[in-house]
């Protein structure tokens, strides 16, 4: 049986800092888009509307992914890293008990991309600090377009593993008058996002920089391009963690409010930055 979506997400422009996104998944969808807390979207070809970055800020909690379609985003955190990826590439940094990092976005012609924030079970939210550069990117054909493997695995290509949660994550371009099909497991769950152009999955429509997330039933997905142009497809699966969230505003995500007062007393007096814990000692 296909699966359907339950809801399509119209994207909402808005401005994070000085910089100007569209807010697709918040607060407001944690139970549908469980384990996605959030995503963001970038397009623009203004550098004054991005060009402020995101300064030195903490996270705890959560993984956070950054796809670049296009342009560059620059990464500088507390473990030392100083790190850029542009036209393709993904950051994918893990907060886990805590991190202090920046992403500046240098100016270019054309910017356009994506971030999500990937929630970290309970067991893993004291997890050590990590940060990957995701260059390597396999592009895999397939009869109607073909799919940019970002993480996790696609038919028997395996791309990047996440350590605590497993999901799959694709660029899926398909070309005109096309439809990509893709078998799925029950117990995954299925968020679509149309980066570029827009798409049907059982007759829905998601309009561009809107999102889809699917029904709980199902054992394939079919998203089909009925325009005239290539569209991309952000694909993004996994399995629920189904715990309390939280999340009252800011960027340190918990499971309950006495560890988001913890996380930021610890960040006021300066023991925030943990070397390591071990969450089964």
Do not use: C
């Amino acid at each position: 049986m296909n699966r359907k979506l339950k809801e399509v997400i119209i994207g909402r422009p808005g401005v994070d800092g000085k910089v100007s996104l569209v807010h697709v998944l918040s607060r407001r969808n944690l139970k549908d888009a469980d384990p996605l807390l959030l995503m963001d979207a970038f397009k623009s070809d203004d550098p004054g509307e991005y060009s402020a970055g995101f300064p030195m800020h903490p996270h705890r909690g959560i993984e956070t992914i950054s796809y670049v379609y296009s342009g560059s985003m620059v990464h500088k955190d507390s473990l030392g890293n100083e790190d850029a990826v542009s036209d393709g590439g993904v950051q994918w940094m893990t907060a886990g008990s805590g991190i202090f990092h920046e992403e500046m976005i240098p100016a270019v012609p054309h910017l356009l991309g994506v971030q999500i924030w990937l929630n970290l079970a309970s067991k893993d939210k004291m997890a050590q600090p990590s940060y990957h550069n995701i260059s390597d990117i396999r592009e895999i054909p397939f009869d109607g377009g073909f799919v940019r493997l970002l993480a996790g695995q696609y038919e028997n290509s395996k791309g990047f593993q996440s350590k605590y949660q497993a999901v799959t994550y694709l660029d899926v371009h398909i070309y005109p008058g096309s439809k990509f099909e893709m078998d799925l497991e029950e117990d995954r769950t299925l968020m679509l996002f149309a980066l570029i152009g827009e798409a049907y999955v059982e007759d829905q429509l998601i309009p561009n920089f809107s999102a889809g997330l699917g029904e709980d039933k199902g054992d394939k997905v079919v998203i089909e391009n009925r325009s005239d142009q290539e569209v991309s497809i952000l694909l993004f699966t996994s399995k629920k963690i189904q715990e309390p969230v939280a999340w009252p505003t800011g960027p340190i995500v918990m499971n309950t409010q006495e560890e988001i007062d913890l996380a930021y007393q610890e960040i006021e007096d300066g023991t925030f930055l943990k070397d390591h814990i071990d969450m089964n000692a």
